[in-house]
């Protein structure tokens, strides 16, 4: 059970992880991604969490801005962002659930901000929202504090 080995040997997880990101098996890169997404310590762990934010398949990049931001990084932030666009289920997730809910349901978890997004019902009331979420991490995405008690991106005043 991976949620037993990741209590037993993070470390040993995460490269395990590390070692099978390029594995052409899509349900097995799948599980090396979630699996650093939920390990990720490293140097190396991180960097390989900000690469796959540019992989084409959408759970991959979703699970790994995942990674990023309850690390405290935001680099993740502009993929949850960009999610919110898509209908599509993610692969692996039960209960099963949406991307543009997965990300919807992180965004309003790691940040201080909604921009009516917590009234969203489907990906298309969802996609409403994010020009209002581009503009912010525009306009304050590098200026976020990590707020390592509360467990989310605070916005600079």
Same mark, same amino acid.
């Given at each position: 059970? +991976?949620?037993?080995?990741?209590? @037993?040997?993070? !470390?040993?997880?995460?490269? $395990?992880?590390?070692?099978?990101?390029?594995?052409?098996? !899509?349900?097995?890169? %799948?599980?090396?991604? &979630?699996? +650093?997404?939920?390990? @990720?310590?490293?140097?190396?762990?991180?960097? @390989?969490?900000?690469?796959?934010?540019?992989?084409?398949?959408? =759970?991959?990049?979703?699970? !790994? @801005? /995942?990674?990023?931001?309850?690390?405290?990084?935001?680099?993740?932030?502009?993929? %949850?962002?960009?999610?919110?666009?898509?209908? /599509?289920?993610?692969?692996?997730? /039960?209960?099963?659930?949406?991307?543009?809910?997965?990300?919807?349901?992180? +965004?309003? $978890?790691? $940040?201080?901000?909604?921009?009516?997004?917590?009234?969203?019902?489907? !990906?298309?009331?969802?996609?409403?929202?994010?020009?209002?979420?581009?503009?912010?991490?525009?306009?304050?995405?590098?200026?976020? $504090?990590?707020?390592? =008690? /509360?467990? &989310?991106?605070?916005?600079?005043?």
């Amino acid at each position: 059970e +991976l949620s037993k080995a990741i209590g @037993a040997d993070p !470390a040993g997880v995460e490269a $395990t992880a590390l070692s099978r990101l390029d594995n052409p098996n !899509a349900d097995v890169r %799948l599980f090396a991604v &979630y699996s +650093l997404a939920e390990t @990720a310590s490293s140097a190396a762990g991180i960097r @390989a969490l900000v690469g796959l934010l540019e992989v084409s398949d959408i =759970t991959e990049r979703v699970l !790994a @801005a /995942e990674g990023l931001v309850r690390r405290g990084e935001p680099d993740g932030i502009p993929a %949850l962002i960009a999610a919110l666009a898509v209908d /599509e289920p993610m692969r692996g997730a /039960e209960p099963p659930i949406q991307d543009w809910e997965f990300a919807r349901d992180l +965004l309003l $978890t790691i $940040t201080d901000q909604d921009f009516g997004l917590s009234s969203a019902v489907d !990906a298309a009331s969802a996609d409403v929202a994010r020009p209002a979420w581009e503009a912010w991490w525009a306009a304050s995405g590098r200026s976020l $504090t990590w707020d390592e =008690t /509360e467990l &989310y991106f605070r916005s600079s005043p």
